[in-house]
Nanobody
Framework: QVQFVESGGGLVQPGGSLRLSCATS????????MAWYRQAPGKQRESVASITTGGTTVYADSVKDRFTISRDNPKNTVYLQMNSLKPEDTAVYYC?????????WGQGTQVTVSS
């Protein structure tokens, strides 16, 4: 049974930081490309950051130099460190795993940036 448990979301003031975690089970984590997506109200889901099995990272322009994606293969977990948060970062953040034709999504965690 595939299970993704996301945590770390919440309410933070502009300029603050949050660290999202996505703990997975039921997949061979090390063979999956992992990514974080987000969806704001009324907007399409967009890619935020991704990390390959070899550790190569890609970021959306809007989060470059502020967000860092990382993975811990022994813990089957992917992280998203978010610094210098802005109100426009407010969204539901989703963990994604992809390998060949296999793809899985987490349930999402809410991040709200507001004073």
């Amino acid at each position: 049974q595939v299970q993704f448990v996301e945590s770390g979301g919440g309410l933070v003031q502009p300029g603050g930081s949050l660290r999202l975690s996505c703990a997975t089970s039921g997949i061979i984590f090390r063979i999956y490309r992992m990514a974080w997506y987000r969806q704001a109200p009324g907007k399409q889901r967009e890619s935020v950051a991704s990390i390959t099995t070899g550790g190569t990272t890609v970021y959306a322009d809007s989060v470059k130099d502020r967000f860092t994606i990382s993975r811990d293969n022994p813990k089957n977990t992917v992280y998203l460190q978010m610094n210098s948060l802005k109100p426009e970062d407010t969204a539901v953040y989703y963990c994604n795993a992809r390998s060949g034709g296999s793809e899985h999504w987490g349930q999402g965690t809410q991040v709200t940036v507001s004073s």
